[in-house]
């Protein structure tokens, strides 16, 4: 079993900055890749950055330029640094891990976090 948990999530103001976290725990064989997806109320979820395990990263149009992915192999945790923050980047960020478990044999699948608030004021 795999568990994701965010944090770092919170208020802000327009222009500002917020660095999400998510450290993964269990019986991790490998990590393929991990997300951040988010979902604000009334829309669908949307995948916002994606980092491989190879290094290369993804963005969406929309946060291209203001967001970073970023991983610390050691820790099997992923940071979302966000700047220039906007009103419209206000949700719920969820962790993905596309992730290799090695517990009760191998098995590859996709685990999610709880969720973390982010708000944008102005």
């Known amino acids: 079993q795999v568990q994701l948990v965010e944090s770092g999530g919170g208020l802000a103001q327009a222009g500002g900055s917020l660095t999400l976290s998510c450290a993964a725990s269990?019986?991790?064989?490998?990590?393929?890749?991990m997300a951040w997806w988010r979902q604000a109320p009334g829309k669908p979820r949307e995948r916002v950055a994606q980092i491989t395990w190879s290094g290369g990263t993804n963005y969406a149009d929309s946060v291209k330029g203001r967001f970073t992915i970023s991983g610390d192999n050691a820790k099997n945790t992923v940071y979302l640094q966000m700047n220039s923050l906007k009103p419209e980047d206000t949700g719920v960020y969820y962790c993905n891990g596309d992730i290799l478990a090695s517990g009760g044999g191998l098995s590859r699948r996709q685990y999610w976090g709880q969720g973390t608030q982010v708000t944008v004021s102005s």
């Open positions: 269990g019986s991790i064989f490998s990590i393929h890749a």
